[in-house]
Nanobody
Framework: QVQLVESRGGLVQTGGSLRLSCVVS????????LAWYRQAAGKQRELVAS???????TYAGSVKGRFTISRDSSKNTLWLQMNTLKPEDTAVYYC???????????WGQGTQITVSS
């Protein structure tokens, strides 16, 4: 059974930092493309950052230069380092996995990040 377990989010002030983690189990981590999405209240879910199985990262324009996505296959863990947070970063953040060995996509449960102004 595939599981994506995200770390708890929280409340942070504008300009602050936070790191999210997502532990993946039940599939071959090294064969997976991974990503972080977010969904703000009343808005559609959007891609924040992605990282391929080979380690190539891409970012949404709104977070480029502030967020860093990384992965560690020895720990089956995906991270999202978020710096210089802004109120518009407030959203529920979701871990996403494209498990190529299983041919399926999986989502984490979501974690709330609130940035106060």
């Amino acid at each position: 059974q595939v599981q994506l377990v995200e770390s708890r989010g929280g409340l942070v002030q504008t300009g602050g930092s936070l790191r999210l983690s997502c532990v993946v189990s039940g599939s071959t981590f090294s064969l997976s493309d991974l990503a972080w999405y977010r969904q703000a209240a009343g808005k559609q879910r959007e891609l924040v950052a992605s990282i391929t199985s080979g380690g190539t990262a891409t970012y949404a324009g709104s977070v480029k230069g502030r967020f860093t996505i990384s992965r560690d296959s020895s720990k089956n863990t995906l991270w999202l380092q978020m710096n210089t947070l802004k109120p518009e970063d407030t959203a529920v953040y979701y871990c996403y996995q494209m498990a190529w060995d299983l041919g399926r996509r999986f989502w984490g449960q979501g974690t709330q990040i609130t940035v106060s102004s």
